[in-house]
């Protein structure tokens, strides 16, 4: 393609700061263009006059799984504006190539393919994962085996068969966090994928700890404004080219204008990241201070994401926010909680929704951009609506009130 998507990343002798990446990558080439905004590419085809060329452009692709040289043939295959979202995001997270889908669940299930296809059909997984990944995975439905550890176990776990490792960390919902480099050095020869969902670039960027690849719900951070949706998968180039295979065979193409949209938001992807983890890390130490919540999970790393255990009734909190948005999803400007034994993550079967540390009294928010003394004053007043659920006959209320961040022991799972 003759857009900047298919150019090589930038040239210059000093390396960009991954602000200045974020501003500028998959833009290189609209000043040269006369351009200062990305254009938007709506078609679904393309003309061309030398069907012959156009076959032979068609056999390279099927072979090779390539970018096409020249225009695009049809939007299923490629499209520019969703190609210069892909270059941006590959080069924040420091790959060679991105491939985009309609959706973070649409590209995880096409990684599961590419290696299913070549009859690599099992998985080692760590929990937790995003309740969808995990059901994903555990249910069969794309005639893949997993088999669940610690990390470890992943080492002893691998098979001839063994296709991919993933870990999900910072963990969703419990901000569980693995050593990537660690877990790395355990798969040997076995690709790591990484979910990179929670972290994003701007904390942690898993291809420089061993990570062969990087997944995202592109909906989350990527987007940052809860009006897109998306996925994407950065790798290696001969990965990548599988991948584009795999989406152009099953159709989960990222539409342009949620590509658009993903790129524009990648622009303040380091300042919303930045000015959102410095409030949820504030709110996670007056959380863990509070008597009125039992546990308080917030990442070493970091981050814009609180999970928090209370003594009482968490429908009650839920029920009583004002400020916050009582939803699911994540990574957008405004501040959302949300129940995940009761929505994100009900599909996982319960006993390994609790065996990983997703109890009843569980909630997760997600942290925005507010000013961090109207969110805890939203937090205090819901707080107070609880009614204790040791009065209702729950048994999972812990020892003691008010624990540190960071501090829960044992295994954890997750539900976006």
């Known amino acids: 393609m003759d857009t900047e998507a298919s150019m090589a990343p930038s040239t210059t002798t000093r390396s960009r700061a991954l602000a200045t990446e974020a501003v500028h990558a998959g833009r290189d080439d609209l000043a040269a263009l006369g351009l200062h905004a990305p254009p938007i ?44 979202f892909e270059t941006a995001l590959a080069r924040l997270e420091g790959t060679a190539s991105a491939v985009a889908f309609a959706s973070g669940m649409a590209a995880l299930t096409a990684v599961l393919l590419a290696r299913a ?21 555990g249910a069969g439905l794309l005639g893949t085996e997993v088999t669940w550890t610690d990390p470890a176990g992943i080492a002893d776990a691998i098979r001839p068969d063994t296709g991919l490792v993933m870990v999900e960390t910072p963990a969703n919902p419990t901000l569980k966090e693995v050593d990537v480099r660690a877990v790395a050095h355990s798969c040997g ?34 987007g940052g404004h809860g009006d897109v949706m998306g996925g994407v998968v950065a790798c290696d180039e001969e990965f990548a080219a599988r ?73 009650r909190v839920i029920s009583a926010v004002r400020l916050i948005t009582p939803a699911v999803s994540l990574g957008s400007v405004d501040s959302l909680i949300q129940h995940p034994a009761s929505i994100s993550h009900r599909i996982v079967d319960e006993g390994d929704r609790r065996a990983a540390g997703v109890g009843e009294r569980l909630l997760r928010m997600s942290v925005g951009l507010e000013d961090v003394e109207d969110l805890w004053a939203d937090l205090c007043q819901a707080l107070s609506s ?21 501090t829960v022991p044992g295994p954890r799972s997750a539900g976006r």
Do not use: W
Not at 117 to 137: E, F, N, Q, T
Not at 386 to 406: K, N
């Open 243 to 315: 991948l584009r295979q795999v989406r152009f065979a099953t159709g989960g193409v990222l539409h342009p204008m949620a590509g658009y949209l993903l790129l524009r938001g990648l622009s303040t992807l380091p300042v919303r990241v930045r000015a959102a983890s410095a409030s949820a890390a504030e709110l996670s130490r007056r959380l863990a201070a509070d008597p009125r919540i039992a546990r308080v999970h917030y990442p070493e790393l970091g981050g814009a994401m609180v999970s928090f255990e209370v003594f009482g009734d968490p429908h």
């Open 386 to 406: 609880e009614e204790p659920l040791v009065r209702q006959g729950f048994s999972d209320v812990p020892a003691g009130a008010g624990a540190a961040a960071g």
């Open 41 to 84: 590419d709506l078609s679904t085809t393309y003309p061309s006059y030398d069907s012959r060329a156009e076959a032979e452009r068609i056999d390279s692709f099927a072979a090779t799984g390539a970018r096409l040289d020249g225009p695009p043939v049809y939007a299923r295959l490629d499209n520019p504006t969703t190609a210069r």
């Open 117 to 137: 296809s070549i009859g690599l059909r099992h998985v080692v997984a760590v929990r937790p994962l995003y309740g969808c990944s995990d059901h994903l995975l």
């Open 189 to 222: 020869s076995v690709p790591l994928l990484v979910d990179n969902t929670f972290a994003t670039p701007v904390l942690q960027r898993p291809v420089e700890h061993g990570a062969q690849i990087v997944l995202h719900s592109a909906t989350k951070y990527l």
